[in-house]
């Protein structure tokens, strides 16, 4: 018999599949589990929710024994509720590193060198129509890069650059390709330009 487990809120679709694999999973939204039926809700050990958990939710489910949260922080969590009813905490640090690289280099670094974001007012204003836009905006189409920072999304970064026809990385460009650590990386494959 699959362990009892709730998924409380909205997933992708793909994770939810994994873990009704895994488990016997019930799937409510936080909103419904009030109405949630008083022998299911004591029955139900694990809760799986990227939702907020407050004292509420904690005590509709008077046998939880542990919450799994599937994103990098817990700061939706009611930490001290939770431990003063003994119930463990587990999350997911780094599980969205990858997808805030994909961000940084698909918006930011996008917007910044085509300037999206003041050529988006300067089309919300209808000025277009009047008048040309007044800058030239950077080609990343053979440009250099780096990265600067290696948190745990810049470590990310280097396996998915954002354009094939990008040399990466270089010492010389946008941004410095060596990186700046207080302590070398072991594998890294750029060297270490230590920090003072």
Sequence with gaps: MKPEVLYLGDGPEC?????????????????????????AAARIAALISAAPI???TLAALPG????????????????AAARARGILLAYAPGATAGCVADM?????????????VPADGFVRAG???????PRWTTRLHGRRMGILGLGASARR?????PASTCRWPTTTGVVAASFRSATPRRGWRWPNAPTS
Aim: no cysteine; hydrophobic share 45%.
């Design 127 to 133: 000025r277009w129509r009047t008048e040309a836009y």
């Design 54 to 56: 407050d004292q509420p």
């Design 15 to 39: 994770y939810l599949a994994q873990y009704a694999a895994a488990f016997s999973l019930q799937r409510l939204r936080p909103e419904a589990l009030q109405s949630l039926d008083p022998d």
């Design 157 to 161: 970064s280097p396996a998915a650059p």
């Design 64 to 79: 939880l024994r542990i919450i799994a949260h599937p994103g990098t922080g817990y700061d939706s969590l009611d930490v």
């Design 104 to 116: 940084a280099f698909g918006l930011l670094l996008l917007a910044v060198a085509r300037d999206i």
